[in-house]
């Protein structure tokens, strides 16, 4: 009962402080790891993004060839996902300062958004690089149009991508085969 007081408190400061310069949603996902600040305070303070399909479609179809993207889709009740969530922190840790945007989109049913996603992206450092999606409104249409791949089905699923250079990969991920795929991808010109 005191978490949830202190959630409560929390939530309510955070909305109450609120800028009204604040930027919208579909800035706030371009901005990349070399920009993010690592501070725990100002991470906390961030509040956490929903994209709509329609956004998430936008946001996957970017062809900025200079960038590598790296796309997660998680959830925190997927044991593979969060087994494999510190791999891509600590490569986002080393890849600080280059052309490298590293994107977690959390699969959480919507009433968990407040509570555990939030609890376990401030716990992984992660809170600016998610964003909510809401999985129960997404059409097969989505997974067809987006990926070779993926039909929605099972995750961890990741989408590593660089200019017309693509690569999808179903289910966790090793530290070494997430380094091997990033190494690639930034080696190629």
């Known amino acids: 009962m005191k978490k949830f007081a202190l959630y409560s408190l929390a939530a309510i ?19 990349d790891s070399v920009a993010t600040s690592n501070q ?3 991470a906390k303070m961030t509040p956490l993004v929903e994209l709509s399909s ?14 590598l993207y790296v796309t997660n889709f998680f959830a925190t009740w997927c044991g593979p ?33 407040n509570s555990e996603v939030s609890n376990f992206v401030d716990k992984q450092n992660i809170r600016k690089q998610v964003v909510l999606l809401d999985g129960s409104l ?3 249409q989505f997974f067809e149009q987006n990926f070779k791949t993926w039909d929605g089905g099972a995750i961890p699923f990741t989408l590593i991508k660089k200019g017309d250079k693509v690569d999808e990969t179903l289910g966790s991920m090793s530290e070494e085969a997430l380094n091997q795929k990033i190494a690639q991808f930034l080696a190629a010109k």
């Open 40 to 42: 725990k305070s100002d």
């Open 138 to 140: 997404l059409k097969p």
């Open 81 to 113: 996902c969060v087994q494999e969530i510190p791999f891509f922190r600590q490569k986002m840790d080393e890849l600080k300062g280059q052309p490298v945007k590293f994107t977690f989109v959390s699969l959480d049913n919507k009433s968990d958004w």
């Open 13 to 31: 400061s955070v909305l109450a402080c609120k800028k009204d310069d604040q930027k919208p949603a579909e800035t706030i996902i371009k901005q």
């Open 54 to 67: 329609e956004k998430m479609v936008t946001y996957l179809q970017n062809n900025n060839s200079d960038t």
